[in-house]
């Protein structure tokens, strides 16, 4: 067995149980001494109790598959604390970084879930706490060694698989619920880099490493914690386990296939009869905003179905909100509903203000409801459901709406993401310049 897995228990049960979390980490710890295989202890040097170093940790969460790995920089701006969690080509600035009594605190960007820890003398110890649906708060043990720069292995041996290029892959839930996806995945030496993508959107940058016939995969951007781990078999196609947090694992397995491409699957679209919707939700200041109101007659509008939790969701708002400021002029609007895991009202605002905070978005965003499919399909009767957050609606000058996609293939994603951009502004721009005269009947197009 390489190295690379040596320090990540294997769990039979394809159950996850809190409680496996911890005992994962101790036998993980057990094992790196026995065998002697511990990564070296950075630049070898060590700070005060409680004293922070800027500069480069690696940083891990205790998931029930082992130890997931991400890089962090600490550094100084302004006079004043931040913090980078770095997943192969993407660094995520962390503004919010509080540093007192011999602890740090971080609140991610754009969202509720934070990071806390106590400084040691060779790094960082605590948990990261992500906020759930229904108050299921996740708290994930976390620990950064201080100036360690590897990901999973510090000295690879041996030759390794190569696993670069495009890989056609199933993944199976616990239930025994399927799904496609395309993994894409560039390697330089043993360094593995890519993403997978589904058909509602993307895991985003991930990062990992290769030795032998065995790989491991890893991202945490403040949102989401994925660990994938995995082997070529003897057939040359890849097998492993992928898990979201501490609740959630799938197993994958996937051929080469450099003209893999993803098949649709369930799509939002309007119900028979319907062309148009209507709906009123309360903007952040509880004031009800309706699609009818005189400030969205004869505009184009796009109207997305997001929440601030949702990793693709940021994404899009990354790009939707600048694009928003070129064309609005021009008479384009977009409305954000937003579906929070509160059903609190106060504490969905809280979310969504952070969430427009971080993107500076200017256009408008209304509470629809919680983050759940059914209950969310249930505010808009006149879509057949709502199967992926995000979800985007194109609607004419006329109120008609005449395309809808479903999910949000992100910047990770490479040319995937730049085919999607072009063609949101395709749409966009040819919803401008149409005049009521000129809009025949239209049915309207899914993607």
Not at 46 to 52: R, Y
Not at 163 to 176: I, K, N, P, Q
Not at 218 to 227: E, K, N, P, V
Not at 302 to 314: E, F, M, Q, Y
Request: charged share 25%; hydrophobic share 35%; aromatic share 10%.
């Amino acid at each position: 067995m390489h190295r690379l897995f040596r320090l990540l228990p294997r769990l039979r049960s394809t159950r996850v149980r809190h409680s496996n979390t911890w005992l994962a980490v101790l036998l993980a710890c057990a094992l790196s001494a026995c065998t002697g295989d511990a990564a070296p202890s950075g630049d070898g040097s060590s700070a005060a109790e409680g004293e922070l170093r800027v500069g480069t940790y690696r940083a891990t969460l205790a998931l029930p598959g082992g130890e997931l790995p991400f890089g962090l920089e600490i550094a100084r701006e302004g006079g004043q604390y931040v913090a980078y969690l770095v997943n192969g080509s993407e660094r995520v600035r962390v503004p919010e970084v509080t540093v007192a009594d011999g602890r740090i605190e971080m609140i991610m960007p754009g969202l509720r879930n934070t990071l806390s820890a106590r400084i040691t003398r060779t790094g960082l110890e605590g948990e990261v706490v992500l906020v759930k649906l229904n108050e299921k708060n996740q708290h994930i043990p976390f620990a950064a060694e201080y100036g360690a720069t590897h990901r999973f292995i510090a000295q690879p041996e041996g030759e390794s698989a190569d696993l670069s290029g495009r890989w056609s892959v199933t993944f199976t839930e616990e239930s025994g619920k399927q799904y496609q996806a395309v993994g894409e995945f560039t390697q330089r030496g043993h360094e593995l880099t890519g993403t997978f993508l589904t058909p509602t959107g993307d895991h985003r940058f991930l990062a990992g490493d290769v030795e032998g016939d065995e790989f491991a995969l890893s991202t945490f951007d403040g949102a989401r914690a994925f660990l994938y781990r995995g082997r070529i078999n003897r057939r040359g196609e890849m097998e492993g386990t992928y898990w979201s947090g501490l609740a959630w694992q799938e197993r994958f397995v996937g051929r080469r296939d450099d003209s893999a491409t993803l098949a649709q699957t369930e799509t939002t679209a309007l119900r028979d009869g319907a062309d148009s919707l209507d709906f009123t939700f309360p903007d952040l200041d509880g004031n009800p905003v309706s699609l009818s109101d005189p400030r969205f007659a004869s505009k184009v509008i796009v109207i997305t179905l997001a929440g601030s939790w949702c990793p693709n969701c940021h994404d899009e708002a990354a790009f939707l909100a600048p694009y928003y400021l070129r064309n609005r002029d021009r008479g384009l609007e977009v409305i954000s509903l937003m579906f929070e895991h509160f059903g609190d009202f106060d504490q969905a605002v809280a979310a969504t203000r952070r969430f427009r905070e971080r993107y500076d978005i200017r256009y408008t965003t209304l509470i629809a409801g919680v983050s759940d499919k059914e209950q969310a399909a249930q505010k808009l009767p006149q879509l057949n459901g709502i199967y992926a957050f995000p979800t985007t609606l194109f609607l004419d000058r006329q109120g008609r709406v005449r395309k809808i996609h479903t999910g949000f293939a992100g910047p990770a994603t490479g040319e995937h993401y730049q085919r999607l951009i072009e063609e949101f502004d395709s749409t966009i721009e040819q919803l401008l310049a149409e005049t009521g005269e000129s809009v025949a009947e239209h049915r309207p197009d899914g993607a």
